[in-house]
């Protein structure tokens, strides 16, 4: 399994212009997204997580994390409010037979408890806000995950904030609560390829890619209330099998949307293409070591 990148995918009212965002989700989902799988992994299996873990997604996008925590016995809920497309994929993953759309319309209106009329157990895909993730027939959540590594765009991290103000009156006291980051920039070989999405969004006044800081997790855990209680750091290597793939996958990211804004698609293409070639293996593959870091915090 080749692994794969992070992302934000902008949501449908701030949409890069020209974007197809079913093309979009299927790059993320086949190609970049599992190149966070040793986070995931390492995530998981510190935590210990199995058939006690009740665990609630924020941002779940297309759904691997949520399926590899249920392959452990988790029971899952995910909630993403950006992209219909990437739940659609998620569902699929998750729940099989069940139609994309139309079932998350369903849970959205159901005037149930819960708002979903899925057996215990069974995973749940929710398209809204952590408030529509409530189940007063269900235990609190005891794990918290915000995979998508905050502090690289404006504002994500004040983003992040809010969705946790608005999740962890979900979770039982002392629920563990993951966030996700860039390790330290001379860590990370794809911090040469993202300085592109800099450049090129400088006529936007600094709406690209910026490096990860050393506290970044750490203030968005002490803002919401947290309480750290450890952290790691993991090699998240990007791996494509070609410079077509790896720009296919970058750009399914959303980092380089303020880029393709300020300049235009054919030159974001270009820029990256030439990004790569440092990185570039003598039978055509692509490969960029990287280091991600989580924080483990704890719901007071």
Same mark, same amino acid.
């Given at each position: 399994?080749?692994?794969?990148?992070?992302?934000? =995918?902008?949501?449908?009212?701030?949409?890069?212009?020209?974007?197809?965002?079913?093309?979009?989700?299927?790059?993320?989902?086949?190609?970049?997204?599992?190149?966070?799988? &040793?986070?995931?992994?390492?995530?998981?299996?510190?935590?210990?997580?199995?058939?006690?873990?009740?665990?609630?997604?924020?941002?779940?996008?297309?759904?691997?994390?949520?399926?590899?925590?249920?392959?452990?016995? $988790?029971?899952?809920?995910?909630?993403?409010? #950006?992209?219909?497309?990437?739940?659609?994929?998620?569902?699929?993953?998750?729940?099989?037979?069940?139609?994309?759309?139309?079932?998350?319309?369903?849970?959205?209106?159901?005037?149930?408890? +819960?708002?979903? #009329?899925?057996? $215990? +157990?069974? &995973?749940?895909?929710?398209?809204?806000?952590?408030?529509?993730?409530?189940?007063?027939?269900?235990?609190?959540?005891?794990?918290?995950?915000?995979?998508?590594?905050?502090?690289?765009?404006?504002?994500?991290?004040e983003r992040l904030g809010g969705l946790l103000a608005r999740a962890t009156p979900l979770a039982a006291r002392g629920a563990a609560v993951?966030?996700?980051?860039?390790?330290?920039?001379?860590?990370?070989?794809?911090?040469?390829?993202?300085?592109?999405?800099?450049?090129?969004?400088?006529?936007?006044?600094?709406?690209?890619?910026?490096? @990860?800081?050393?506290?970044?997790?750490?203030?968005?855990?002490?803002?919401?209330?947290?309480?750290?209680?450890?952290?790691?750091?993991?090699?998240?290597?990007?791996?494509? @099998?070609? &410079?077509?793939?790896?720009?296919?996958?970058?750009?399914?990211? +959303?980092?380089?949307?303020?880029?393709?804004?300020?300049?235009?698609?054919?030159?974001?293409?270009?820029?990256?293409?030439?990004?790569? =070639?440092? =990185?570039?293996?003598?039978?055509?593959?692509?490969?960029?070591?990287?280091?991600?870091?989580?924080?483990?915090?704890?719901?007071?």
């Open positions: 399994m080749t692994p794969t990148l992070v992302r934000q =995918h902008s949501s449908h009212a701030g949409a890069t212009p020209h974007v197809d965002l079913r093309a979009r989700a299927r790059d993320w989902s086949e190609i970049q997204e599992r190149m966070l799988v &040793p986070l995931y992994e390492a995530v998981f299996e510190r935590l210990d997580v199995g058939g006690d873990t009740r665990m609630l997604g924020l941002g779940c996008g297309s759904g691997l994390a949520l399926l590899m925590a249920a392959s452990r016995g $988790a029971a899952v809920t995910g909630v993403d409010s #950006r992209s219909p497309e990437l739940l659609a994929l998620a569902r699929r993953r998750l729940l099989p037979g069940v139609p994309g759309e139309p079932g998350a319309a369903e849970e959205r209106r159901s005037p149930e408890p +819960g708002g979903t #009329r899925a057996r $215990a +157990g069974t &995973p749940r895909i929710i398209e809204g806000s952590p408030e529509d993730a409530v189940d007063l027939t269900a235990p609190a959540f005891n794990l918290v995950t915000a995979f998508e590594p905050t502090g690289c765009l404006p504002g994500d991290s993951v966030l996700a980051g860039w390790g330290p920039p001379e860590r990370c070989a794809t911090t040469s390829v993202l300085r592109v999405a800099t450049k090129l969004s400088e006529p936007l006044h600094g709406a690209g890619w910026r490096p @990860a800081l050393r506290d970044d997790l750490e203030e968005v855990a002490q803002r919401a209330g947290l309480r750290p209680d450890g952290s790691g750091r993991v090699a998240c290597p990007f791996g494509y @099998a070609d &410079p077509g793939s790896a720009v296919r996958g970058l750009l399914s990211t +959303g980092l380089f949307d303020a880029a393709v804004a300020a300049a235009d698609r054919e030159q974001v293409d270009k820029e990256l293409t030439e990004a790569l =070639h440092p =990185h570039q293996r003598p039978d055509g593959t692509v490969w960029m070591p990287n280091v991600f870091r989580y924080l483990i915090a704890r719901v007071r």
